[in-house]
């Protein structure tokens, strides 16, 4: 459809009569199928995303939970609260759940609820997909803890070295949960980056082209290709790690004897591992951009600039892993031309920044709790930042490195750059997840204390790690003279649990209890808030047209709506990829219950490797007959997709509804 | 938004819009080539790790001393059946052209010869490869070479099983219920899929075969 036919097809109007009766027929078709089926096989986007995050953060609990008893086991020299044993296979599990288990599926999932609602559609492009990646993630995730409650939690770091944790050092079966934790995940990851990207190339409103799509769109369309370029690498890392341990496979990837090499982990791991960090922040910085245009109540300075920037960051992304491992044997071009890189991507991030306190500057605050951790998070970034740059210079880095400096460092740019705009994220959109506002006093009381706590549990890391405290050792001797500075860590650690319960607390209250909210409460400018809270199934009761960058500022009262899509079908509108001119009408497939079954058939899969080469044939042969289930049901129950509007029951007089000839 | 708020709203219709549309305007398309690219960077670093070992390794390549098995000084791969099995791979790009071209004419005698041809080849090829293991005269725990060199060829494999599998559904579906537009569109999408695979065999047979005589 050309541009000059679509002013000619926005023509008919819209009847009383005729809202009413589609909006009952999209109420039938977009709904789930009930019972515990039906919750199992769901395909809402919305669902899908909201459970991803409500996993993530239950993993967050976990997780934190640990880092509190690695506090208290620190908090006084020559502590025997925990054992080296236990101590080793709490880190790794902290660290494993923070990064696989929590970080990176919190943002996804944040994308996979909002990013259709932002771009103007109902649904994902491969909704069952979708589900499929979410099972995936959670039986990973079991997976892991399960090996730690049975006391055979995995050990060797979260980064997993060789040899340590070859089949010569790493005992028995732990590192084998790691390493199958970590497919896992990853499929999910890379199943959910795959639909993201697809969604918002091609099923974005009408009129919505590539310069009018929302900064957090972007940001998870850029992370999702970091993702797909990143994972394979600690996929394949892991696989071989677990091919290498596994007594009748044998292989020698890692094993320096037969002509393998254990730093090629290391490339392998950080060539995934240090895109991962942008795969985190990205996404932040989406957040970061929709919570300061909104709360400053002003267009966003610098749109084009901020899509750059993300996209620079995550090109550099690419280019500095090796960072990671500057006290490995390395040629000197190489250390240098690391250390150049590692230093340029604070230019992208610094316009960045700027862009932000541009909008900030020129703007009318409304200073609310989302916009107050978005103050938070400059704080603590920053100051990650900073200590970044000096960490990318190789001889201070080898001074520091494994000391509890690069502790500090990678705490303020985690939590500062992903956790401070997540909470802000979540007071934000909550409204959106069940209707109700979290409450602001709260919400403050929450944003000061984790701020005030991070700040007493990581600056103090800082100068043990200059005075030379070591990561990962479990105790350490009171002639150290770090007793008081772990000590005060630990304090802020108490500090940072009672802000997190605060927020728990008002989450839960809220939902039930809280304060009511409009479709808009906070007057923001992208689709989701022209939605109901909260947002019904079908989402959008008629896709809208997009008239501007800021979909919701800029719409004029009479913008016209999308119909003539099969509303007994799941259908969408498709459009082009640059100028977002529907192209086709997109039929996607309802709830199955097979995604479940082939996610189940792929974690037995998984984890029976463990144990056994075979389980691999087995679970391929499993898998053809998943996949087939999956293919029929999908081809079954899909109708087919062209129909002529006569034959749609919903409509009494089909003529009514021709596209009339009219000027617009 | 409420009802209120449509009512009298202009619309932009799109029911005169196809269903199905193929390639760059086709999600299911796009969802492929971004599998593929995941994929194909799954063998980059394969190869990567390839490169890795040559580096490692001082003798290239190592002679072979697995007990049980004659000792080879100089283990080459054999290079005849390897190649033939290559020569199979870029025929078979015949009948995967056919039925590309078939399904977008909507020829549904092509599609269905198109299909058990495809098919067949498929199956041929998984014959073959399951002896083209034997031809690199290591097994995967030999060493090193030995475990990348069956990993580059058991991952390639994988998707050759796919392939069939996937081949497998779309002829059962095409047997019982007829082609159909969605259809048209999964066999040009498996097209695209069948055309990457014989593209990175190409290069990985280089690399595997012809790898241990130039580097």
């Known amino acids: ?664 | 938004m409420t009802n209120e708020d449509f009512i009298g709203r202009k619309t932009l219709d799109v029911s005169e819009l196809p269903s199905t549309m193929f390639d760059d305007q086709a999600n299911l398309w796009w969802g492929n080539n971004w599998g593929l690219a995941i994929e194909t960077t799954v063998f980059g670093i394969l190869v990567a790790l390839y490169f890795s070992v040559r580096m490692s390794i001082s003798q290239w390549l190592p002679p072979r001393t697995t007990p049980g098995l004659p000792v080879l000084q100089n283990p080459l791969p054999d290079l005849t059946f390897p190649t033939i099995v290559l020569v199979i791979f870029l025929i078979s790009l015949g009948p995967a052209i056919y039925l590309d071209l078939s399904a977008r004419r909507k020829d549904i005698f092509g599609i269905k010869v198109g299909l058990v041809l495809t098919l067949a080849f498929n199956i041929v090829l998984l014959v073959c490869r399951y002896y083209e293991f034997d031809t690199l005269h290591f097994k995967w725990n030999d060493n090193a070479y030995g475990s990348v060199t069956w990993t580059i060829l058991g991952m390639h494999m994988i998707h050759l099983f796919v392939m069939a599998a996937e081949d497998f559904y779309i002829i059962l579906w095409a047997f019982i219920k007829g082609v159909d537009d969605k259809h048209r569109l999964d066999i040009t999408v498996a097209a695209v899929y069948w055309y990457w695979i014989v593209a990175t065999w190409v290069l990985l047979y280089l690399l595997v075969f012809w790898g241990p005589k130039i580097l």
């Open chain 1, 1 to 664: 459809m050309k541009n000059t036919d679509l002013s000619k097809k926005q023509s008919n109007t819209l009847t009383e009569a005729r809202i009413n009766e589609e909006l009952r027929a999209l109420e039938s078709t977009w709904s789930d199928k009930p019972g515990i089926i039906g919750w199992l096989s769901t395909t809402d986007h919305k669902r899908v995303g909201f459970r991803m995050v409500f996993t993530a953060f239950c993993f967050f609990t976990f997780g934190g939970i640990l880092a509190g008893l690695m506090r208290l086991q620190l908090s006084l020299p020559g502590n025997n609260f925990l054992g080296p044993d236990m101590y080793n296979q709490i880190f790794t599990t902290h660290g494993s759940t923070m990064m696989f288990l929590f970080a990176v599926p919190v943002m996804e999932g944040m994308g996979i609820y909002f990013v259709p609602l932002m771009i103007g559609t109902r649904t994902l492009a491969f909704p069952r997909l979708n589900i499929l990646g979410y099972y995936t993630y959670l039986f990973g995730g079991l997976l892991l803890f399960f090996g730690l409650l049975l006391n055979i939690g995995p050990d060797a770091g979260w980064f997993a070295y060789v040899p340590l944790s070859g089949p010569e050092y790493g005992i028995g079966k732990r590192v084998d949960l790691w390493s199958q934790m970590v497919s896992l995940t990853e499929i999910s990851a890379l199943i959910a980056s795959t639909n993201i990207i697809v969604t918002v190339m091609k099923l974005r409103a009408p009129g919505m082209s590539l310069n009018r799509i929302p900064l957090f769109v972007w940001s998870e369309v850029i992370t999702a290709v970091m993702v797909i370029f990143a994972m394979p690498a600690v996929m394949i890392a892991s696989s071989l790690l677990s091919m290498d341990r596994l007594t009748n496979v044998s292989t020698h990837f890692f094993n320096q004897a037969e002509g393998g090499d254990p730093i090629m982990w290391q490339h392998l791991f950080w060539f995934f591992g240090h895109p991962e960090v942008y795969i985190i922040f990205i996404p932040a910085t989406g957040m970061v951009s929709m919570i300061i245009t909104t709360f400053s109540r002003r267009k966003t300075f610098g749109y084009t600039a901020l899509v750059l920037t993300m996209v620079a960051t995550a090109f550099i992304g690419f280019g500095v892993w090796v960072h990671h491992m500057f006290v490995t044997p390395l040629p000197q071009l190489g250390q240098s031309i690391f250390t150049a890189s590692s230093m340029l991507i604070v230019v992208p991030n610094g316009v960045q920044i700027f862009c932000w306190l541009a909008t900030l500057w020129l703007g009318r605050w409304n200073l609310k709790t989302p916009l107050i951790f978005i103050l938070g998070f400059f704080g603590v970034f920053v100051m990650g930042g900073l200590t970044g740059v000096m960490l990318a210079s190789l001889p201070l880095d080898t001074q520091l490195h494994d000391t509890y400096f690069v502790v500090a460092h990678f705490h303020y740019v985690l939590i500062g750059g992903a956790v401070f705009p997540l909470f802000g994220a979540v007071y934000y959109w909550f409204p959106k997840f069940c209707g109700r506002l979290l409450n602001e006093a709260a919400g403050i009381a929450h944003c000061i204390l984790f701020f005030i706590g991070f700040e007493l549990v990581f600056f103090p890391m800082h100068i043990l790690g200059l005075i030379g405290m070591p990561r990962r050792v479990y105790t350490y001797l009171p002639e150290t003279g770090w007793g008081d500075l772990n000590m005060l860590a630990s304090i802020g650690a108490a500090v940072m649990v009672v802000a997190t319960l605060i927020f728990f607390i008002n989450a839960v209250y809220s939902w039930f209890w809280g304060k009511v909210a409009a479709a808009n409460p906070w007057g923001a400018d992208t689709l989701e808030w022209s939605l109901p809270s909260p947002i019904p199934q079908y989402a959008f009761q008629y896709q809208p047209v997009v008239q501007g960058r800021h979909a919701l500022w800029e719409q004029t009262a009479d913008s016209p709506v999308v119909t003539g899509l099969h509303i007994n079908n799941r259908e969408v509108v498709s459009t082009s990829i640059h100028d977002a001119v529907p192209d086709h009408r997109y039929g996607v497939q309802g709830p199955s219950i097979m995604p479940f079954v082939v996610s189940v058939i792929t974690g037995a899969m998984f984890i029976g490797f463990m144990f056994t080469p075979w389980s691999l044939p087995l679970g391929m042969i499993a898998l053809f007959f998943g996949f087939l289930g999956w293919f029929w049901s999908n081809s079954v129950e899909h109708r087919p997709p062209y129909a002529p509007l006569e034959d749609n029951p919903v409509y009494d007089d089909p003529a009514d509804y021709k596209p009339v000839e009219a000027a617009v």
